[in-house]
C-alpha cells in the first residue's frame, strides 16, 4: 500500500502526464486574488522612479553635515513635488518621506537627530552618504521581470502588478471541480432526514476546500447507491476538470463507486493508502479527467482531499503543486496509536513565543465531526510509530482555513 506521500507524488506525476494547457482570461486586478497568473509582467519604468527619500528630514551633502555643523534651510520639498533645483552647497533642504531627493544632495538626515532656529539647521551627528536615500532603479530596472507566469496572485502580487500599470491580468482559469456525495442515507441540507438518514454535509466541506484550494466547486447533490443513479450523475460529473466522490469506496455490498467508474473505462492509479482515516481512498482517470473517490466519513473526506485533491488543483491551476504545509509542534500530551498506518488526528495547534505546542483532541473517529470544532490541525503520527511520549516533536497538518 502507498504512503500518503506516495500517493500524492502519483497524483502530481499523472496530472502531468496528461495535462493540456489550462484555459486563460482577463481579469481585473480587484477579480484576480488566488488566480495563477498566466503572463509576464514588466516594470514600465524604473522603481523608484526618482532618488526618494525614505525619512522626513533634510536633504543634504553628506561632507557638509557633520556634528555641530550648521546648514541654510532653502524651502521644503513633500512628496509628489517635481523636484528639478539643485542644492546649493552650504544649504539643506527639509524633506518629506517619498519625496525626490533634489541633485546634488547625496543624504537625508531624520529630523530627531536635528536642531532648527529659523533658517538655520544645526545637525547632531555625523552624516553617511547615501543614507536615508533609495536611488532610482534599485528595486526593478525598467523592463525587468516584475511577475513570472505561474505565480499565484497574492495581495502583495497584485499590488506589483499595480504599481506598474497592470490593471487587469492574463490568468489561467480555475479548475473545475465536481463535487458529488453518494449515500442512501443522504438527503440534502435543508430537508428534515428521516429517523435513520443524515444531512449531505461532505458536500459543503468539499466545495469550502475546493474553493481554498482555488479550485472553482460545481455542487452536484448526492447520488443514491444504485448503479443507474450513479452513473447518470458520474456522467455528468465528468464533463468537468476533476470529479470527487465521496462515499462508496469502502469494501461493502452497496460502495459501487469503483466499479460504475469502471463500466465508464477508468485506468486507476490507486485504491487504497497507508492512512486512517481514508485508507480506502481512489484516484485514477476517466474520459481523460481526473477522479478522486474519496471515503464518505467527514473526517477522512476532509482529510483525504487536504492530502490529495490539492496537488491536481494546483496543476490544473496553472501553478507548480504547494507542498503539504507540514509545521513541527512539540506533542503535549503522549499519544498511543495503532501502529500500520499513519494516523491524521484532529488536534489543537497552541503557540508561545518560542513554542508551537500540539495535543490530540478527543473523538469518536471518523465520523466524528463535532470534534473538529476545536481542530485548528490534524496531528500527523508516523506508520512505524505507536507510542509517541509527550515533549516529542512531532509534523502537523495545519488547517490553513482557520490558522
Ligand atoms: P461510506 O464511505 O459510503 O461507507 O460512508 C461512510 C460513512 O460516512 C457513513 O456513516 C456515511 O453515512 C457517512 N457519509 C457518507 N457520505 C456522507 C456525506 N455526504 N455527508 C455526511 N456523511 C456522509
Ligand atoms: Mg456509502
Not at 35 to 58: C, K
Not at 141 to 154: E, I, K, N, V, Y
Request: proline share 7%.
Amino acid at each position: 500500500m502507498l504512503s500518503f506521500e506516495q500517493a500524492r507524488q502519483l497524483i502530481i506525476t499523472e496530472t502531468k502526464s496528461h495535462q493540456a494547457a489550462s484555459p486563460t482570461s482577463l481579469r481585473p486586478l480587484a477579480d484576480a486574488l488566488g488566480y495563477v497568473l498566466a503572463q509576464e509582467i514588466r516594470a514600465d519604468r524604473d522603481y523608484p522612479p526618482f532618488h526618494r527619500s525614505t525619512r522626513d528630514g533634510y536633504a543634504v551633502r553628506a561632507r557638509e553635515a557633520v556634528e555641530n555643523s550648521t546648514l541654510r534651510c532653502f524651502g521644503e520639498i513633500k512628496a509628489g513635488d517635481t523636484v528639478l533645483t539643485p542644492l546649493e552647497p552650504g544649504t539643506c533642504v527639509q524633506i518629506m518621506t517619498g519625496a525626490a531627493v533634489p541633485p546634488g544632495a547625496d543624504a537625508v538626515v531624520m529630523i530627531e537627530f536635528t536642531r532648527r532656529s529659523g533658517d538655520a539647521v544645526t545637525f547632531d551627528r555625523d552624516t553617511q552618504a547615501t543614507q536615508n536615500i533609495v536611488a532610482q532603479g534599485c528595486e526593478a530596472r525598467t523592463g525587468d521581470l516584475a511577475l513570472a507566469p505561474g505565480l499565484r496572485l497574492g495581495f502583495a502580487e497584485l499590488a506589483i502588478a499595480a504599481q506598474v500599470g497592470a490593471a487587469s491580468l492574463l490568468c489561467y482559469e480555475k479548475p473545475r471541480v465536481a463535487i458529488l456525495s453518494t449515500g442512501d442515507e443522504i438527503v440534502p441540507i435543508p430537508e428534515t432526514p428521516g429517523p435513520f438518514h443524515i444531512r449531505n454535509s461532505n458536500g459543503v466541506s468539499l466545495a469550502a476546500q475546493v474553493r481554498l484550494a482555488a479550485g472553482h466547486p460545481v455542487p452536484l447533490g448526492h447520488a443514491l447507491d444504485r448503479v443507474e443513479d450513479l452513473s447518470a450523475k458520474i456522467e455528468l460529473g465528468l464533463q468537468h476538470d476533476i470529479l470527487v466522490l465521496s462515499g462508496g469506496v469502502s469494501m461493502g455490498k452497496y460502495d459501487l463507486v469503483e466499479s460504475v467508474l469502471k463500466s465508464f473505462g477508468a485506468e486507476f492509479f490507486f485504491d487504497a493508502v497507508a492512512i486512517r482515516p481514508g485508507k480506502p481512498t481512489v484516484f485514477g482517470r476517466c474520459r481523460d479527467k481526473l477522479v478522486f473517490g474519496l471515503p464518505g466519513n467527514p473526517v477522512s473526506t476532509m482529510v483525504t482531499f487536504q492530502l490529495f485533491v490539492t496537488a491536481a488543483i494546483d496543476l490544473l491551476s496553472g501553478a507548480a503543486p504547494r507542498p503539504l504545509p507540514l509545521l513541527n509542534a512539540t506533542l503535549s500530551e503522549s499519544l498511543h496509536e495503532k501502529p500500520g498506518l499513519a494516523h491524521f488526528l484532529p488536534a489543537r495547534l497552541e503557540w508561545s513565543s518560542a513554542s508551537a505546542k500540539v495535543h490530540a483532541l478527543p473523538w469518536q473517529g471518523s465520523g466524528d465531526i463535532a470534534a473538529l470544532r476545536h481542530a485548528n490541525c490534524f496531528l500527523v503520527v508516523p506508520a512505524d510509530r505507536h507510542d509517541i511520549p509527550a515533549g516529542e516533536n512531532v509534523s502537523v497538518l495545519p488547517r490553513l482555513d482557520v490558522l
